[in-house]
């Protein structure tokens, strides 16, 4: 959420989470009100407005943009009044298919305008709750919390001996949630049955997608009994709400010390890092997983000795690293080879033959892509990765400039040095931040 929370919501979510953290086994009765309570819904309004995505429409054509052209205003007093009289109902999700990094795709839905705003509505309700009851090995989708703390978790444990490594995948893990199931995790703390209904509709709204000649179909609905779509505000609550019953298990029965091992979770990813016992404990998670009705991807999932044995996680590689000046290994973390070939990949796209854009505008989205980049992989062992990137840049700028100023390949090298590339021309230079060492151990 990247707009500051108003006083009085911030209030309400604090006497929420402190009143679940100290009853861990009440339930609360009255939350629906506070879904359409004023200041709520305009501060969703004004959150889903600024989120990734905004300007897309769902089935209804309907954009942020139109919303305020007609009076955002009016608007949001017919919303509030449909959720307070109970007539709400949302629309369909439009499912669209996406590019997977690895290959392949994925679904993503695309709930609509109104449908995001009362779901930004109910999480600001209804997470402060859950937030009481969630595993602090779990990082994903959380407030004050991101993947550099989950990569930072996972290489400390590898420091203080845990090398013994379940790699974990799960298979299409936000598609096969069980609705009844997930409806009881939320009861588990939700008394309120509007605002149970409300959360029911969203897992039983049905998708439509639309192939290339505009044919519509349609699919899920009331007779779904799994998943909850991705691209939806209110899903990565549900989902983290549904791997936290596996992570209580993990708790509960005290995995942790029978292992001697952590886990650490980032919404459907994680790892379990143990000292030698790797192997009973991905068949504690097998079995755990099938009762709780998912699935391992068997073919992703495997076991690995951290000392000598790379695996990734959110995009870094953990494992045995050389230093170039000593010629000694440690464990150490650093950008994947698949996260920087994603990378070069974006070069491409930013810096193509048929790239037109005046030189400012193409130089602020390539230095928006790279520092984006440098932000989320500043951890860990990063020379190697950063020259790596740093010469991928020259090489596509300079090639993009002798096509733009018909400048010969032999001169392109004494045109655009490295000096006028990263001076005059203002394009992004990465440069490990001046803060202490990211800490290592030998192998």
């Not at 108003?6 to 604090?14: C, E, K, M």
């Not at 305020?68 to 109970?86: D, I, N, P």
């Not at 170039?324 to 491409?348: D, F, N, Q, V």
Request: charged letters at 25%.
């Amino acid at each position: 959420m990247s707009l500051e929370t108003p006083t009085a919501i911030r209030s309400l979510q604090r006497k929420l989470y402190v009143a679940a953290k100290a009853e861990p086994e009440r339930r609360f009765h009255q939350l629906y009100d506070k879904v359409y309570r004023e200041d709520i819904l305009a501060h969703a309004y004004a959150v889903a407005r600024s989120a990734k995505g905004s300007r897309t429409a769902g089935v209804d054509g309907e954009t942020f943009a139109d919303v305020e052209a007609h009076g955002a205003v009016q608007w949001l007093t017919g919303l509030r009044e449909e959720l307070r009289t109970t007539t709400y109902r949302p629309q369909p999700v439009r499912r669209v298919m996406i590019p997977k990094p690895g290959g392949g795709e994925r679904p993503l839905g695309i709930p609509t305008v109104r449908d995001r705003v009362v779901q930004t509505a109910a999480k600001l309700v209804l997470e402060p709750i859950f937030e009481a009851d969630f595993a602090d090995c779990a990082y994903g989708y959380r407030p004050k919390r991101s993947a550099q703390d989950a990569v930072r978790s996972v290489h400390q444990a590898l420091l203080e001996g845990h090398t013994d490594v379940v790699d974990a995948d799960l298979s299409k893990y936000f598609d096969t949630i069980p609705h009844h199931e997930l409806l009881l995790c939320v009861a588990r703390r939700v008394v309120d049955r509007h605002m149970l209904h409300l959360v029911k509709m969203w897992l039983k709204v049905p998708t439509e997608e639309r192939d290339a000649k505009g044919k519509t179909r349609m699919s899920g609905g009331k007779g779904a009994t799994h998943g909850t779509p991705q691209g939806g505000v209110i899903s990565p609550l549900l989902a983290n709400i549904y791997m936290n019953r596996f992570l209580k298990a993990w708790k509960q029965h005290g995995k942790s010390e029978q292992y001697r091992a952590r886990i650490v979770n980032y919404a459907d990813d994680f790892v379990i890092l143990s000292r030698g016992h790797a192997r009973a404990a991905l068949d504690w998670t097998r079995n755990v997983m099938g009762r709780i009705g998912l699935t391992l991807n068997e073919q992703k999932t495997c076991l690995r000795n951290g000392r000598c044995e790379p695996f990734n996680f959110l995009g870094y590689t953990f494992g045995p690293v050389m230093n170039k000046r000593s010629g000694k290994r440690y464990l150490g973390a650093a950008p994947s080879e698949k996260a920087i070939t994603r990378l070069r990949g974006r070069l491409r796209e930013i810096l193509h033959r048929g790239n037109m854009a005046p030189w400012p505008e193409v130089v602020q989205e390539l230095n928006q892509t790279l520092q984006g980049w440098q932000n989320y992989f500043s951890y860990g062992s990063l020379g190697t990765a950063y020259e790596t990137v740093n010469w991928a840049v020259l090489d596509r700028v300079r090639r993009f400039l002798r096509r733009r100023h018909k400048v010969r390949t032999q001169s392109m090298w004494g045109r655009f040095p490295a000096k006028t590339i990263y001076g005059s021309l203002g394009v992004h230079q990465l440069r490990r931040p001046k803060k202490g060492l990211t800490p290592c151990a030998a192998t």
